[in-house]
């Protein structure tokens, strides 16, 4: 389900907040492909330089 799709449900009144699982909503908010690594890599790292966010990320 896509975060239009939830905020949608949200805002229509269909669900509320409790009923949708903490982790798909966010997973839904931040789930492309390499926004989730950079994210996980720059929190454990520290400030990276592009190379060693790419190199870490492969």
């Not at 909503?25 to 926004?35: A, C, D, H, P, V």
């Not at 950079?38 to 790292?45: G, M, N």
């Amino acid at each position: 389900m896509k975060a239009e799709d939830l905020t949608e449900l949200l805002e229509s009144g269909e669900m509320t907040t409790d009923e949708i699982c903490p982790v798909l909503y966010t997973m839904s908010i931040l789930g492309q492909r390499w926004k989730l690594p950079i994210l996980w890599h720059l929190t454990d790292e520290g400030t990276l330089r592009y190379n060693e966010l790419k190199r870490a990320s492969l």
